[in-house]
């Protein structure tokens, strides 16, 4: 079964509705014993980092998580906030993440904008594969996502890289790590593009 971590944060229906559409059971939940028989796991977010781990540790997930990640290997994706949760640090909050990915959060620098642009970064954005993988195999032509962020993941090693996208200047939009995947965007909110990705996380 495909669980979709419920700690009060994210977007939570409108990924079930998707899994949904595109044929595939999924559950709502923050049981840790439902939790414990996932074979595949959703960690949604939006909002603040260290709130987002704030939540999680109060619905006490982290543990079981940290289980079925890296012990189990059970695939993991993490989507908007929670794909920022993955990493190692970031700097809204000064907060540590769950440091499966060696990566870090930085908020978008308009140092490194030929322009300043407004922040956050709200709307569509076209993404590039950087890293062949299962989950970003035979998207549509030129897969654009919907993003709400501010912040923004550096990987310390581009083997961690996915996906990249630019406003005012490249960024990462995807990360992986083995079982687990990240994408900054919404793939909730982003139509035939979205679901030809949820759909190849279903099928690793």
Not at 44 to 62: D, Q, S, T, W, Y
Not at 86 to 101: A, D, H
Not at 107 to 121: C, Q, S, T, V, W
Not at 193 to 199: I, S
Request: with cysteine; proline share 5%; aromatic share 8%.
């Amino acid at each position: 079964m495909i669980t979709i971590i419920d700690y009060k944060i994210g977007n939570l229906g409108s990924i079930k509705n998707m899994l949904k559409k595109i044929g595939q059971p999924s559950v709502i939940t923050s049981d840790i014993e439902v939790i414990s028989q996932a074979t595949k796991i959703i960690l949604p977010g939006v909002g603040h980092f260290g709130h987002g781990m704030n939540k999680l540790r109060e619905a006490g997930c982290i543990d079981v998580l940290n289980h079925k990640a890296k012990v189990e290997k059970v695939p993991l994706l993490g989507i908007c906030l929670g794909a920022q949760l993955l990493t190692e640090f970031s700097e809204e909050g000064n907060e540590t993440g769950l440091g499966w990915i060696d990566a870090e959060v930085k908020k978008f620098d308009e140092n490194m904008m030929p322009e300043p642009l407004p922040i956050p970064n709200m709307g569509w954005c076209d993404v590039a594969v950087i890293n062949p993988d299962r989950l970003v195999v035979d998207l549509p032509a030129h897969p654009r996502y919907y993003f709400v962020h501010s912040y923004h993941i550096v990987c310390k090693d581009v083997k961690n890289e996915l996906l990249r996208a630019s406003y005012g200047h490249q960024f990462v939009a995807g990360i992986k790590s083995e079982n687990i995947y990240g994408v900054q965007f919404h793939p909730e909110k982003s139509h035939k593009f979205g679901m030809k990705l949820m759909d190849n996380f279903c099928r690793l």
